[in-house]
């Protein structure tokens, strides 16, 4: 199977920046995209970026011009780079590989990790 390890959460004062980072393992052959979801407190999971391994970003309007998503295909491995952090941007966020193909695999499954908190203060 696959795992994803996520690091890089903490608690910053708003206007601060963090860089999440998460690696995929396991056997595989190919990831489709990686991309970052956040879930606050009584709220639903949300997409905050995404990106494709041809380098395709997608970004939820909240974050737009202030956090950047990057990948690194040969380690299988995304980044979150979170500048001008707001309060609102609390949340536990959460790795995710989409569309991965494992060796000897008949079909693309998708993969969590297990959460990192981001907790930004006023």
């Known amino acids: 199977q696959v795992q994803l390890v996520e690091s890089g959460g903490g608690l910053v004062q708003a206007g601060g920046s963090l860089r999440l980072s998460c690696a995929a393992s396991?056997?595989?052959?190919?990831?489709?995209?990686m991309g970052w979801y956040r879930q606050a407190s009584g709220n639903q999971r949300e997409l905050v970026a995404a990106?494709?391994?041809?380098?395709?970003?997608n970004y939820a309007d909240s974050v737009k011009g202030r956090f950047t998503i990057s990948i690194d295909n040969a380690k299988n491995t995304v980044f979150l780079q979170m500048n001008s952090l707001k309060p609102e941007d609390t949340a536990v966020y959460y790795c995710?590989?989409?569309?991965?193909?494992?060796?000897?695999?008949?079909?693309?499954?998708?993969?969590w990790g297990q959460g990192t908190q981001v907790t930004v203060s006023s």
């Open positions: 396991g056997s595989i052959f190919s990831i489709n995209a």
């Open positions: 990106i494709t391994s041809g380098g395709s970003t």
């Open positions: 995710n590989a989409q569309s991965v193909w494992l060796l000897g695999g008949t079909h693309p499954d998708d993969f």
